[in-house]
């Protein structure tokens, strides 16, 4: 009887064992899969919008490039010409993602940093015709969106391709009209200066604004776009233009698109280029 109990314990531990291995063993090989996966071409990725009412709900924020963020702040640069070109929707939704989305579940803190967390910036696209592909034969349409961090989609503000008003209001900035989308921040001061007062006028919604248009950068160099951030405009111009309510005030232009040309540094010559300044 006592050998027959010690052998069905001993049993019941093999088994337990086995499970554990299988367990792990699963988790490694789902895992090295994972790592080792190619990510598939930006055309060839689902497009997983909804459409509701006036609002699109974009593809959800994920990882979809292999560049590490040394090789994208090494490759960052201000591009200003543009192919004639169309962004895929995944693409689009990575930008506004990495500009102002959400990045903590519990606290719903923001891919930029804001002065106690007031988040004074409100975001818009202003999309070209035929600008943004969501599949082979469907196209978002053009059109002023403004973006909703906290559902990650689009709200249809007005339809057609204003960007030829945003390039006049914008001084004739070649850039802003060639671009097949341009990203414009804007700014509720009152939501920042109400706790920190002048000193979030005068420094901390214009450090924020920087810090987003850094990490539009570096989304656009990630995924081999091109952008540059434009400072001169007419502010009430852009205003009308976009149909923001009077309390937001215009702070940046952010024109994307495919580069005609794009030049890649390597490590190797910036450490040559130091090497060479060091003798």
């Given at each position: 009887?006592?050998k027959?109990?010690l052998?069905?314990h001993v049993i019941g531990?093999?088994?337990?064992?086995?499970?554990?291995?299988?367990?792990l063993a699963t988790?490694f090989?789902a895992?090295?899969?994972?790592?080792?996966?190619?990510?598939?071409?930006?055309?060839?990725?689902?497009?997983?919008?909804r459409?509701?009412?006036?609002?699109i709900?974009l593809?959800?924020p994920?990882?979809?490039?292999?560049v590490?963020?040394?090789?994208?702040?090494?490759w960052?640069?201000?591009?200003?010409e543009?192919?004639?070109e169309p962004?895929t929707?995944l693409?689009?939704s990575?930008l506004?993602?990495?500009?102002y989305?959400v990045t903590?579940t519990?606290?719903?803190f923001?891919?930029?940093p804001s002065?106690?967390a007031t988040y004074?910036?409100?975001v818009?696209?202003?999309?070209?015709?035929?600008?943004?592909?969501i599949?082979?034969k469907t196209?978002?349409?053009?059109?002023?969106?403004?973006?909703?961090v906290?559902?990650?989609?689009?709200?249809?503000v007005?339809?057609?391709?204003?960007r030829e008003?945003l390039?006049?209001?914008a001084?004739?900035?070649?850039w802003?009209?060639d671009?097949a989308i341009?990203?414009?921040?804007?700014?509720?001061?009152?939501?920042?200066?109400?706790i920190?007062?002048?000193r979030?006028?005068v420094?901390y919604?214009?450090?924020?604004v920087g810090?987003?248009?850094?990490?539009?950068?570096?989304?656009a160099t990630?995924?081999?776009?091109?952008?540059?951030v434009?400072?001169?405009?007419y502010?009430?111009e852009v205003?009308?233009?976009l149909?923001a309510?009077l309390?937001?005030v215009?702070?940046?232009i952010?024109p994307?698109?495919v580069?005609?040309?794009?030049r890649?540094?390597s490590?190797e010559?910036i450490?040559?280029?130091?090497?060479r300044?060091r003798?």
């Amino acid at each position: 009887m006592i050998k027959i109990e010690l052998l069905a314990h001993v049993i019941g531990i093999c088994l337990t064992i086995a499970i554990i291995v299988y367990i792990l063993a699963t988790y490694f090989l789902a895992s090295r899969g994972a790592q080792l996966a190619p990510t598939p071409p930006l055309h060839e990725q689902p497009s997983e919008i909804r459409r509701v009412g006036d609002r699109i709900y974009l593809p959800l924020p994920r990882k979809i490039t292999n560049v590490s963020v040394e090789e994208a702040i090494l490759w960052r640069r201000s591009i200003r010409e543009y192919r004639q070109e169309p962004l895929t929707i995944l693409q689009l939704s990575m930008l506004l993602w990495a500009a102002y989305g959400v990045t903590d579940t519990v606290w719903g803190f923001r891919a930029s940093p804001s002065a106690g967390a007031t988040y004074p910036l409100e975001v818009y696209v202003v999309v070209g015709e035929k600008c943004v592909v969501i599949d082979n034969k469907t196209y978002l349409e053009a059109g002023i969106y403004k973006y909703d961090v906290y559902t990650h989609s689009l709200r249809l503000v007005k339809k057609g391709d204003f960007r030829e008003e945003l390039y006049r209001a914008a001084l004739h900035q070649d850039w802003v009209r060639d671009a097949a989308i341009n990203i414009v921040i804007t700014a509720v001061f009152e939501r920042t200066t109400r706790i920190y007062g002048e000193r979030g006028a005068v420094r901390y919604v214009p450090m924020e604004v920087g810090h987003l248009g850094q990490n539009v950068y570096l989304m656009a160099t990630a995924m081999g776009l091109g952008t540059v951030v434009v400072g001169a405009f007419y502010d009430n111009e852009v205003v009308k233009i976009l149909s923001a309510p009077l309390e937001e005030v215009p702070m940046y232009i952010i024109p994307v698109g495919v580069p005609k040309t794009l030049r890649k540094t390597s490590f190797e010559e910036i450490q040559n280029f130091i090497e060479r300044n060091r003798r």
